[in-house]
């Protein structure tokens, strides 16, 4: 298993700053853990993501997935990081080819994956 990373946009405000977004697949029981100041919408979004990647026919890992957002110490709020940490658990999960490091992931999955 491997770590990837992915970008999103964390606002405050008017203000956007980015969210540098990693996941880390390894042995272990599975687990979904967020790390990284999140509120209650982004703890819930593990629930979501889950269901959007497995509803979309992909595989989702049987292992100890551990999601990183940081800055830790910069709010994060809401379900606009739902694709970014989506993306970067398929690409670590090896289902994604490596991703480019100028691109910014911003959207609210559906259950379905929509």
Same mark, same amino acid.
Do not use: C, Y
């Given at each position: ?6 970008? *999103?946009? *964390? #606002? ?10 990693? %996941?880390?697949?390894? %042995?272990? #029981?599975?687990?979904? $853990? ?9 703890? &819930? *979004? ?8 497995? =509803? ?27 694709? *970014?940490?989506?993306?970067? $658990?398929?690409?670590? =999960?090896?289902? #994604?080819? &490596?991703?480019?490091? =100028?691109?910014?992931?911003?959207? &609210? #999955? ?5």
């Amino acid at each position: 298993m491997q770590t990837a990373r992915t970008m *999103a946009v *964390a #606002l405050i405000g008017t203000d956007g700053h980015l969210v540098t977004v990693e %996941a880390d697949i390894t %042995a272990g #029981l599975p687990a979904t $853990i967020v790390l990284g100041v999140p509120t209650t919408s982004l703890r &819930e *979004a593990r629930d979501r993501i889950r269901a959007a990647i497995v =509803n979309s026919g992909e595989r989702w890992p049987d292992s100890k997935i551990t999601i990183s957002l940081s800055p830790g110490s910069l709010p994060k709020r809401g379900s606009a990081f739902d694709l *970014a940490i989506a993306i970067a $658990i398929m690409a670590a =999960n090896g289902d #994604l080819p &490596e991703l480019p490091d =100028n691109l910014m992931f911003l959207a &609210e #999955l559906g259950l379905d994956g929509r």
